[in-house]
């Protein structure tokens, strides 16, 4: 077999060094070639010692390497001319089954992302090694985050004979359900004939495509009022017609309360759209709850809209999003910000206010 011996050289005086190898002798080989017996270096660098032999029993071979010459170097700091460095180079025995192992050992993803291909890799195996196998199995989190794996989440691989190549599982991480993160956790167990199989784990984590906030949207609002932090829950705000208003929350703010009726964290319920006191509602509008300000187009859930309503001037948004009970914008992920979207469908003298008075309140007093 055969075995790389790599030197490297740093620094600006490697112009002339000269390394050569040496085999011990005591080494369990019939002969060993090395190829070639000196290396001299030009600057700076990686040379590669090439050793191969027929060993004749499992064991190490030890290879010094020696530095013949200093070429441009002037100073005494080691190593000087004659100092040797040795080498362990590892001989397998032919029968030997080999060590099962994940390559590599993580990775971080987007969700949605391309399909993660994870190798299990046969090392340190003879040539005259055995067939073997190992299981395999991986595991999801979030409840309710299901990627596809390939072959399958629990399954067997197999090497015939001394076979040294990898086999591979493929993950398609689809998208992670209302959380910060998933994960799949793949582990090996059970290896026959002879083999070993690591306990290290391989672990794939898949994040959220974006944090919320608007890092990547196309839409924008016209007037923007900011739930999402510090102690504000009430919003009076005007704006023209036709024009859009964006009120920005997070669901992690805790218990929050609506007409008698107290709402869990990350199962949110807005309060409703009215006239600011004194002012005049308009008579026809469109609300939705999204990542972006001002979007009325993606829809995180059959019950977060888009919605049209047109009259009565004080609606409750909540109240209205479905026709049962369950009229809540429900699964949305705590350690992201969403916005609830206002805007004014019709001209000014159709949506019953004049320029600047058509107005909103907003209301998610928490419990």
Known sequence: ????????????ACSGVIVGVAINPAVPVLSILQLPPTHTFTGAGTRSFTVDGTPTAAGTATIEVTLNDKGTATTTTPPNVGDKLTVNIPIASASDPGTLAFSPLSATITEGGA?????????GSGTAAPT??????????????????TPAASDTLTWTGPDATAKSITINPTTVPASTAGSVTCTLSSPTGGATASATAYVLTVNKASTGGGGTCTTTADVNVDFSTGALYRANFSMNAQKTGAVKFKASRG???????????????LSYS??????????????????CPGDFTTTLGPSCGPFNFSGPARTNYASVLTTGSSSYCKGLDPAKVY?????YLKSNNSSGCSVGTCSNYVDMTPF
Not at 257 to 268: E, P, R
């Open 1 to 12: 077999s055969t075995a790389n011996v790599p030197v490297s050289c740093a620094g600006t």
């Open 115 to 123: 399909v993660q291909t994870v190798n299990v890799t046969r090392t």
């Open 132 to 149: 073997v196998t190992v299981g395999y199995t991986c595991a999801a989190l979030p409840s309710g985050y299901t990627p596809a794996i």
């Open 255 to 269: 218990l929050v309360q609506q007409d008698g009726s107290i709402i869990t964290q990350n199962n949110v319920k």
């Open 274 to 291: 009215a006239p600011i006191p004194g002012g005049t509602a308009p008579s026809y509008y469109q609300v939705n709850i999204s990542e």
């Open 339 to 343: 916005y609830y979207n206002i805007r």
